[in-house]
């Protein structure tokens, strides 16, 4: 298993802080929210502006509907991905919840594989993130959408505060359940209000974990960080909280 870090950086000192820290915490990789955003069209200067980056970029992750543009931005991210040898694109859907049908899923499914083909022939992967509020929120959600997703075209990556926001609790059995297309965890906690450190919310993560082991899973786990504290800090908390996690 490879270890990566994610936080939302406020400014430019942040995101630079972030940069140059994360891997004296034993992180292998960042998993940027909007860090790449003002350079999708020119990743050979976002290379200039920050060299460490180079072989750390573990995943993009981007909020876009299905709409016209933002299947436009996604293309344009998938391209950047591919350019700077980012593991994943990683996607929230940011379509509305309400009126979702099993057929709306299905549709977006179809669109998605698409996508994703284009994302494997750019040389990264479109991993689906599931989000409260969004089409994919629930473990049903995710059964619909992956049954009619083509095999192959599109992993999922698991957010455990988003899956416990959304009212689920069995998170080991959706790790079981989803074997075959989980291809990235977001790891943060939740206390029923808002996101929390690592080991500091309600989430019982031991179960997570075992059945993290017992499947096999070899690829990336990153600390999604939301909590609002303070970046050294969290590097070092969430740190050992996944390599104490890990070990077992």
Not at 20 to 37: P, T
Not at 188 to 203: N, S, V
Request: proline content about 3%; hydrophobic content about 40%; overall charge negative.
């Amino acid at each position: 298993m490879k270890l990566a870090f994610s936080i939302p950086n406020r400014d430019e000192a942040a995101r630079r802080a972030c940069f140059a820290q994360f891997r004296e915490y034993g992180f292998a990789g960042l998993q940027l929210k909007g860090d790449y955003r003002p350079y999708l069209d020119e990743p050979k200067r976002f290379f200039e502006m920050y060299p460490q980056m180079r072989g750390a970029m573990s995943g993009l992750i981007l909020g876009a509907k299905l709409d016209e543009a933002g299947r436009e931005l996604l293309r344009r991210t998938i391209r950047f991905a591919g350019a700077t040898q980012s593991a994943l694109v990683i996607l929230c859907l940011s379509e509305p919840r309400d009126g979702q049908t099993a057929e709306t899923l299905r549709a977006n499914a179809r669109s998605l594989s698409e996508l994703g083909r284009e994302a494997l022939d750019a040389g990264t992967k479109l991993s689906l993130h599931n989000h409260a509020d969004q089409p994919v929120m629930t473990r049903a959600d995710a059964e619909v959408f992956f049954e009619a997703a083509a095999p192959g075209t599109v992993g999922l990556t698991v957010d455990t505060a988003h899956f416990a926001k959304g009212g689920e609790r069995d998170l080991a059995g959706i790790v079981r359940a989803f074997r075959g297309v989980i291809d990235n965890f977001h790891v943060k906690d939740f206390d029923g209000e808002r996101f929390r450190m690592l080991g500091e919310g309600a989430i019982d993560f031991a179960p997570l974990f075992a059945a993290i082991r017992e499947t096999g899973y070899d690829g990336w786990i990153s600390a999604d960080e939301e909590s609002g504290a303070e970046l050294g800090l969290a590097l070092k908390t969430t740190a050992r909280f996944l390599n104490e996690s890990l070990s077992g």
